[in-house]
């Protein structure tokens, strides 16, 4: 069966707590292969470019801020049906609805510190993936 990738960040409060290992263990056991991976800092610059479609949104400059404030873990995951079943693992965006087993229920915080982020559709991996990585780190 065709595999497709998704794009995700391991978000500043994650990688501060020290839950970058504990979050990529249950990537791969949840079956995702990694195809790039990378510790780095966003930029505001990169934080409003990425985040742009929420730009009018009440929380912006408190999701720029938090976004650009430490180091994040930018990857690429393959797998068969990648964006969907990533989203399903990480949880819903408030860890308060987040199911049982998901990153988010295990790691988030609040609906702003939520540990992860992950594509939502094969279009938008594709653009946030090249944002982070060039061609040749696309394993
Ligand atoms: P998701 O990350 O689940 O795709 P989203 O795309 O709706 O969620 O929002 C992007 C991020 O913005 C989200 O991970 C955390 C932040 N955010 C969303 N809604 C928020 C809110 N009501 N208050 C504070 N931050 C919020
Ligand atoms: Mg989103």
Do not use: C
């Not at 292969?33 to 479609?53: C, E, G, H, N, P």
């Amino acid at each position: 069966m065709a595999t497709n990738r998704t794009f995700t960040m391991i978000k500043p409060d994650a990688v501060e707590k020290g839950h970058i290992g504990g979050i990529l263990s249950m990537i791969t056991e949840a079956g995702f292969r990694i195809v790039s991976l990378k510790l780095t800092q966003l930029t505001l610059a990169d934080a409003q470019a990425f985040y742009a479609v929420h730009k009018e949104r009440p929380f912006f400059g408190e999701l720029v801020e938090f976004m650009t404030r430490g180091p994040i873990v930018a990857a690429i995951l393959e797998k068969e049906n990648a964006v969907e079943d990533f989203r399903a693992l990480i949880g819903a965006t408030n860890p308060a609805d987040a199911a049982e087993g998901t990153i988010r229920k295990k790691y988030a915080t609040s609906v702003g510190e939520n540990a992860v982020h992950g594509s939502d559709s094969d279009e938008n991996a594709a653009i946030e993936s090249n944002f982070h990585f060039a061609g040749r780190e696309q394993f």
